[in-house]
């Protein structure tokens, strides 16, 4: 691109901006749709294993710290300085080899955007899905691409001056890579350590936000709505804390001791399920049901799916919903281990996992096959 020198229009730079962007593109779009190809519904499996998502949440806290400069994470030098060579080599201002340069910058910066890449990889393998996987890394890399795509046209003129707005945003990135750790590593944590953990969080970006130190008189409108919302942020924290110290196990309801019932705990029992982990069982348990003229609830659960366990604490529980969940013969699929059985239980809904309800009539039909539901996942 820059061999165009001066005779480079704003429509001839965004052509050959996009083109770039194109490359770096699809060069992620094809690594996520191998990453599934390659290992097909195992991926989803392996992906869940409490081995596997404990890694990942500590490898989240690693890209996290690199984000407040503890470190840098980066290609090694030599590997790094020959794709750089290679790039450099190819001639700017044809779309062919602009398109050749954002794949190779894609392997060059792909350290730099690993979190939100292997997040992606992780989306692709919890979905099954290689089309929606794939555009969503797209649809990513598009993102990313966005700002290169404006100075491409525009020219470097529009860039804002370096300043301390930028250690704000790698800042605020750190945080949100610890939250996303922690809600990774919910379902395999004790539920006191995930509110102590939240706690940590939410306190320590209170203290980084200055919260208790005082302001100056002039200050600007930004520094005051940090310190309210490094406030807030205390107040939620040390919730966590005080709901620890009363007992409370969900990070959710830390003050839910506060309105505390004698009648709640009968209230909120849970409805029994009958076990099932292969399609012939099921079939067993449908056919017993079908006999009396019974409808039937399936529900997919596994230890690792944060949505099975709020379903169970909160939904299936709830004074409204527990009266019409009698009326059914309830079925528990569990597939945590993800066997050769549970795989085939869950394709046989078409379900790469959990979360998953799905209801069947008296006559053992599936009511509404195409409006069940599924959980936010």
Not at 143 to 167: C, E, K, Q, Y
Not at 212 to 232: C, I, T
Request: aromatic share 10%; hydrophobic share 50%.
């Amino acid at each position: 691109m820059l061999s165009e020198g001066h005779i480079l229009t704003r429509r001839r730079g965004l052509a050959l901006s996009f083109t770039y962007v194109q490359g770096l593109a699809l060069t992620y779009t094809s690594i996520g749709i191998i990453a599934l190809s390659l290992t097909g519904s195992l991926l989803t499996v392996w992906l869940q294993q409490p081995a596997v998502v404990l890694s990942a949440s500590a490898l989240m806290v690693v890209f996290a710290l690199s984000m407040f400069d503890l470190f840098s994470i980066q290609l090694p030098a030599a590997l790094q300085s020959r794709l750089a060579e290679t790039s450099n080599r190819l001639s700017g201002g044809k779309a062919a080899t602009v398109f050749l340069m954002g794949a190779f910058s894609a392997l060059i910066i792909g350290p730099c955007v690993a979190p939100p890449l292997a997040l992606a990889l992780g989306y692709i393998g919890s979905t099954g899905d290689a089309l929606l996987g794939g555009a969503a890394l797209y649809s990513m890399a598009q993102g990313l691409g966005l700002p290169l795509i404006v100075i491409g046209t525009f020219g470097g003129h529009i860039l804002p001056r370096a300043g301390s707005w930028m250690n704000v945003v790698k800042s605020l990135f750190g945080v949100v890579m610890l939250a996303s750790a922690i809600w990774l590593a919910t379902p395999f944590l004790p539920a006191i350590a995930v509110m102590l953990l939240w706690a940590t969080l939410l306190i320590g970006t209170a203290v980084f936000l200055k919260t208790f130190e005082n302001l100056p008189a002039n200050a600007h409108v930004a520094q005051r709505l940090g310190k309210a919302l490094g406030l807030m942020l205390f107040l939620i924290g040390a919730a966590q804390v005080v709901g620890v110290l009363a007992g409370e196990d969900n990070p959710r309801y830390p003050l839910r001791w506060l309105a505390s019932k004698p009648v709640q705990a009968a209230t909120l029992s849970q409805p029994d399920f009958l076990p099932t982990t292969t399609p012939a069982s099921f079939d067993s348990i449908l056919a017993q049901a079908r006999a009396q003229g019974k409808p039937v609830l399936l529900d997919f659960y596994a230890d690792w799916c944060i949505s099975c366990k709020e379903l169970e604490a909160d939904t299936f529980p709830h004074p409204q919903v527990k009266p019409l969940m009698q009326k059914f013969v309830r079925v528990r699929a569990d597939v945590t281990a993800g066997t050769a059985n549970q795989q085939d239980l869950l394709k046989r809904f078409g379900l790469f996992g959990p979360p998953g309800v799905i209801l069947f009539d008296g006559r053992g039909k599936e009511v509404q096959p195409h409006h069940r539901f599924y959980p936010s996942r």
